[in-house]
């Protein structure tokens, strides 16, 4: 059996099951990785629970034999148009007797900006983030402990997931022989592997193509914004082509993979590629078929560019946009992307640090790298932690995340 210093993230998504092992340590190093099928979801919701929980027991067992460890207890990545996010404020005034910040105070401040938001009892948190704290007149405070003040005040990152799906995918984890160290919104995960801390800083949009939905996530100014998706993904490209070109889903996939492209222009009108068909022999024109995966793709990001159209004159954000995710895999989609949104455009690789693991050196894995990440940050802030509910959790930059252990599962 694997020891504390051993972490496991499990990203659960419609297409796939990916699990992820790494030790902590200076730099996280990754031992193990594993992606197998999974057909339990559609957009992120369980929809069958059996082969959920079939594909995710697979997955551990496989990473944990290329690691050479065994784990109970997984990071478990949220994902689905079901998540949503909202910020709120919340403000808390200093006894005179102590007019320093401490660290009751910040819990203090936290509790008001998450009581001050009515979550539906359909609903659950997991997670309320900082995006800054203001002492006294002083804004964009990161940590205000042990600063002198009279006034405390925070703008706070509330996350959203559907209770009932939540609970789902925990039946499922915990059916494979797995607990749930703690659940993770998956665009902040995703978001750990591939953005650096200039461009959170900065300004960027993560745009997370998966297979059911494109997860999103904003950061400006060094803090987390917005937090969504929409409901249009690689399958639905997929689809597309299993009806234009008249073929089962799984062939529409593999020519998606093998021929496809984001930008029919760039394809030649006289390349022609064969169908797979029992009966005849078909071709068919490889423009064609980017074509449809063009308009697929046009229409996904024109659904990022009217959510972001709510944030007004800070879009686009100076750093742009950074895409990953399977659906990222498409040849040209990056271009499509930065003439639709308006900004400039780039494909997000994990960032792997140390150990030795080819699989993971993709896009479609980012995810599962991410909740490694988050992971192991959590825990070292856990170590440091003064009181249970409240953690120092650095997402692209150092905010402090306050949970209460009803959240966590």
Aim: glycine share 10%; hydrophobic share 45%.
């Amino acid at each position: 059996m694997a020891g504390p210093e051993t972490l496991l993230g499990l990203d659960i998504g419609t297409t796939k099951v990916a699990a992820v092992i790494g030790r902590r340590g200076p730099r996280v190093r990754l031992l193990g990785a594993a992606s197998v099928p999974c057909s339990g979801l559609k957009r992120g919701i369980v929809v069958d629970v059996p082969e959920t929980t079939k594909a995710i027991r697979e997955a551990v067992t496989k990473a944990q034999r290329t690691a050479g460890v065994e784990l109970e207890a997984a990071w478990v990545g949220v994902t689905g148009q079901h998540i949503s996010s909202l910020n709120s404020r919340g403000h808390v005034q200093l006894p005179r007797s102590n007019r320093q910040v401490s660290w009751p105070d910040v819990e203090r401040v936290m509790a008001a900006a998450v009581n001050a938001v009515s979550i539906p009892p359909d609903r659950q948190m997991i997670h309320a983030i900082s995006r800054g704290f203001t002492v006294d007149d002083e804004p964009r405070v990161r940590n205000p402990v042990g600063l002198s003040a009279s006034r405390l005040a925070v703008e706070t990152h509330v996350i959203t997931a559907s209770r009932n799906l939540v609970e789902n995918v925990t039946k499922c984890v915990d059916q494979a022989g797995i607990g749930v160290a703690e659940l993770v919104a998956e665009p902040l995960a995703t978001a750990d592997a591939v953005l650096t801390e200039d461009e959170g800083e900065l300004g960027v949009l993560l745009i997370d193509v998966g297979g059911g939905t494109t997860d999103l996530a904003l950061f400006l100014e060094g803090s987390i914004a917005l937090t969504g998706a929409v409901p249009a993904a690689g399958n639905n490209i997929t689809h597309d082509l299993a009806v234009a070109l008249g073929v089962t889903h799984p062939a529409a996939e593999q020519i998606k993979l093998a021929h496809g492209c984001a930008r029919a222009a760039l394809v030649p009108a006289e390349e022609m590629i064969s169908l797979p068909d029992e009966d005849e022999e078909r071709s068919i024109s490889r423009r064609f078929v980017a074509e449809v995966i063009e308009a697929r793709v046009q229409e996904t990001f024109r659904l990022v560019a009217q959510e972001m159209s709510r944030l007004g004159d800070r879009w686009p954000p100076p750093g742009g946009a950074v895409l990953t995710g399977g659906g990222s895999l498409l040849p040209s989609i990056a271009p499509v992307a930065r003439d639709i949104l308006g900004c400039r455009t780039r494909l997000g690789r994990p960032r792997l640090g140390a150990g030795r693991v080819e699989l993971l050196d993709s896009p479609s894995l980012a995810t599962g790298v991410g909740l490694v990440y988050y992971a192991q940050r959590e825990a070292e802030s856990r170590r440091a932690e003064p009181r249970h509910g409240l953690r120092v959790v650095p997402i692209l930059g150092r905010v402090i995340a306050w949970v209460r252990e009803l959240f966590s599962t």
